[in-house]
């Protein structure tokens, strides 16, 4: 352990869990080894320590492993969203349900933006204000992980408009995006009420897999199967922002 500049008894009782190592130490032993990502976690995990930097950024690229993904739930409304709740991808049900997002410019293709700021979406959600509160708490949550993170930044200065928003900012409150319920008032297949869940790709842990499904032989299982075997420029209209009008898929 010459590299490390630590002695190998040193070192031995470290592997051995016989002494707490330092989260210096164990960053210059991960240094030392020229450890991977997956080595350094487990290096940490052993020492019963947690690593100190999150790690770096996997951007916005979606893998095409995970865009087929979305393309064979064919059945279950589903996207990907980014640490800020950017829309990443999506597939043809999440279009069908919510709105189409490309036609949605990339600046305004945010789940809060458009939820603040998209009249139509508004009136989809079943109960807006307890949804749009928890996107805002989890936002806020981000802000712990990545307080200087750009595109938060951004966001967040073009949501100085909204009192909603600001008011519920200034609460602090906080929440980790996991599971929950929701309603949608769909003019094509009627009240719909769905479970979403939120998974996580260990390799692009700011690239979040939001999936809704419904109960199986519910009313809303059924209403999920019009919008997958209805015509798409009938079940999917465009973004209405800025007080345009929703045009159909070409």
């Not at 487990?42 to 950024?57: D, S």
């Not at 200065?157 to 200034?170: E, L, N, P, S, V």
């Not at 769905?194 to 499904?213: E, K, N, R």
């Not at 209209?237 to 009008?245: F, K």
Request: hydrophobic share 40%.
């Amino acid at each position: 352990m010459r590299l490390a500049a630590i002695s190998t008894d040193y070192y031995t009782r470290i592997e051995q869990g016989r002494m707490q190592a330092s989260l210096p130490v164990l960053e210059t032993i991960a240094r030392a080894l020229r450890l991977n990502d997956d080595q350094r976690a487990y290096l940490f995990e052993v020492a019963g320590r947690t690593p100190g930097g999150r790690p770096a950024p996997s951007g916005r690229e979606v893998t095409e492993h995970c865009r087929r993904l979305l393309d064979q739930l064919t059945e279950s409304p589903a996207m990907v969203l980014s640490d800020t709740m950017d829309v990443l991808a999506w597939n043809r049900l999440a279009v069908a349900l919510l709105t189409d997002f490309g036609q949605v410019p990339e600046a305004d293709r945010n789940y809060v933006w458009l939820l603040f700021n998209d009249p139509v979406l508004r009136e989809l959600y079943g109960g807006w204000t307890a949804g749009a509160q928890a996107c805002v708490a989890y936002l806020r949550m981000h802000t712990a992980r990545r307080p200087d993170d750009p595109r938060l930044k951004r966001l967040l200065a073009r949501m100085t408009h909204h009192a909603d928003f600001q008011h519920w900012w200034g609460t602090r409150e906080v929440a980790v995006q996991g599971t929950g319920n929701k309603s949608f008032h769909h003019l094509v297949a009627g009240t719909l009420t769905l479970d979403w869940d939120t998974l996580t790709s260990s390799t692009a842990p700011d690239q979040h897999v939001v999936v809704w499904t419904a109960q199986p032989g519910s009313p809303s299982q059924k209403g999920l199967r019009i919008l997958a075997t209805t015509p798409a420029r009938q079940t999917a209209p465009g973004p209405a922002l800025n007080g345009g009008s929703r045009e159909g898929l070409a």
